[in-house]
């Protein structure tokens, strides 16, 4: 597998991870949750330092709570756990992937390889995305 996707992979982890370490410092928690905020009883997101406490909304006047509910899902603390998560398949890659193709291989193939281009498929928009590295 290349190497540049590898990086790229990289590269787009930490930018997840920075925006989200940003948002949970800028908006009071890792945790958001949906409340309604009077006085017009909208749905908002709101960011949750401790449990029971919380911050000025995220975001307010959402149109429906469905969507709502949709953004407080993606709060900070589950992209940062998504990253982690990505890490260590990467880390599994470059550390157990390779033994199991032996030294030999210039590329890891099979399953190896369409992991690390599965996970590089949600960055596809990103100007650094390279199209042969579509599954």
């Known amino acids: 597998m290349d190497d540049d ?10 930018e997840d991870a ?3 370490q940003s948002a949970a410092s800028q908006e009071g928690g890792g945790t958001w949750e949906v409340l309604r905020l009077p006085p017009m009883d909208t749905p ?3 960011g949750r330092p401790q449990p029971g406490e919380y911050a000025l909304p995220v975001i307010v006047d959402l149109d ?4 709502a509910a949709h953004i407080a899902r993606h709060d900070p603390a589950r992209v940062l756990a ?6 260590l398949l990467m880390y599994q890659f470059e ?13 890891t193939g099979g399953v190896w390889d369409s992991l690390l281009r599965m996970l590089a498929l949600p960055y596809s928009g990103h100007p650094d995305y390279r199209d042969e590295w579509r599954p």
């Open 82 to 87: 998504e990253v982690d998560t990505k890490r």
């Open 44 to 46: 908002s997101v709101c």
């Open 5 to 14: 996707l590898v990086q790229f992979l990289r590269d787009r982890l930490d």
């Open 18 to 20: 920075a925006a989200a």
């Open 95 to 107: 550390n157990r992937g390779n033994s199991v193709r032996g030294s030999g291989q210039s590329s």
């Open 64 to 67: 429906d709570h469905e969507r």
